[in-house]
Structures are given as C-alpha cells and as structure tokens.
C-alpha cells in the first residue's frame, strides 16, 4: 500500500505545496513545531533515509538546502533546523524547521495554525525558492 507521502505526490492527499521537481516534493508539516517547518521527500518510496541510493539521497540533500534557503528567507527565525526521524511515515523525509530556541526542535512542542495561514506560509516560501 502507497505511504501517505506517495499519495500525496500523485495528489490523492492534499498538502500545502512548497516545491516540487521530478524527483522532489516539498510541503509544510501538518503538524508543525514551528511556523514553516516543512517535509522534503523523494517522490520514490523508500522507508529509511539511509537505504535511498546514494544518487537520490544527496539529491535530496540539494533539494532541502534549496528549500532552507526559501525558507530563511520567508520565515524570520534564527536559523533552519534540520532533522530525520520517519517513525510515524514509513517514507523518507527531512524535516526542516525555522527554530529560535531548542524547544522548536522538539517533536512536543506544537504551533496550531489555521487553513489560510498555512496556505499563505506555502505560497510565501514558494516565492523564495529558486
Ligand atoms: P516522522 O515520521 O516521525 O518523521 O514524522 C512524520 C511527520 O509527518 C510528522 O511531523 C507529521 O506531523 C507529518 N505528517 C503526517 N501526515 C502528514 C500530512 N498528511 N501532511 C503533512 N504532514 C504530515
């Protein structure tokens, strides 16, 4: 069975798009320790980070590098925060997240925003991705 990643890339699942290139797919968290912490997948499902080949994982590495960069630019923070757990979604990810303090960096600590806030984060990190 499709991971719920997968679904959303074929656009089955909706999501608040950041980026996306023929390999790549970027999105903000559902469920955000802070305000822009955004998803970076490889559009092919693979579980654990670590098991993508070397050519996809450091395509995905470039790929959230050009994403922090939007990122940094769109949301005022003191710095991007990079972290990789997959736990919960069993489909590689990297979790970028505009941190100011430790606690942002921490899976319990959750901001509530609304649809449109969402989508005006989305729409504003697209702008500044090059
Ligand atoms: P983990 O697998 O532990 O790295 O965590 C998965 C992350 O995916 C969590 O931060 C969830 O909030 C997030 N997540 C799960 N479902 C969705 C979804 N449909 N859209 C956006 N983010 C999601």
Same mark, same amino acid.
């Given at each position: 069975?499709p991971s %719920?990643f997968t679904?959303?890339?074929?656009?089955? /699942?909706?999501?608040?798009?950041? +980026?996306?290139?023929?390999?790549?797919?970027? *999105?903000?968290?559902?469920?955000?320790? +802070?305000?822009?912490?955004?998803?970076?997948?490889p559009k092919k499902e693979v579980n654990?980070? *670590?098991?993508?080949?070397?050519?996809?994982?450091?395509?995905?590495?470039?790929?959230?590098?050009?994403?922090?960069?939007?990122?940094?630019?769109?949301?005022?923070?003191?710095? /991007?925060?990079?972290?990789?757990?997959?736990?919960?979604?069993?489909h590689?990810?990297?979790? &970028? /997240?505009? %941190?100011?303090?430790?606690?942002?960096?921490?899976? %319990?600590?959750?901001?509530?925003?609304?649809?449109?806030?969402?989508?005006? &984060?989305?729409?504003? /990190? +697209?702008?500044? *991705?090059?």
């Amino acid at each position: 069975m499709p991971s %719920i990643f997968t679904k959303i890339v074929q656009g089955e /699942i909706p999501s608040y798009k950041v +980026a996306e290139d023929d390999q790549f797919y970027a *999105f903000l968290d559902i469920n955000p320790n +802070a305000k822009g912490h955004t998803l970076v997948i490889p559009k092919k499902e693979v579980n654990r980070i *670590f098991d993508l080949d070397k050519e996809t994982y450091t395509g995905l590495m470039g790929f959230s590098y050009q994403v922090a960069k939007a990122l940094e630019k769109a949301v005022p923070c003191e710095r /991007i925060g990079m972290s990789v757990i997959g736990l919960e979604v069993p489909h590689a990810h990297v979790h &970028l /997240i505009p %941190i100011n303090v430790m606690d942002d960096m921490r899976f %319990i600590k959750k901001e509530k925003l609304s649809q449109d806030e969402f989508v005006a &984060l989305a729409n504003e /990190i +697209a702008e500044s *991705f090059e």
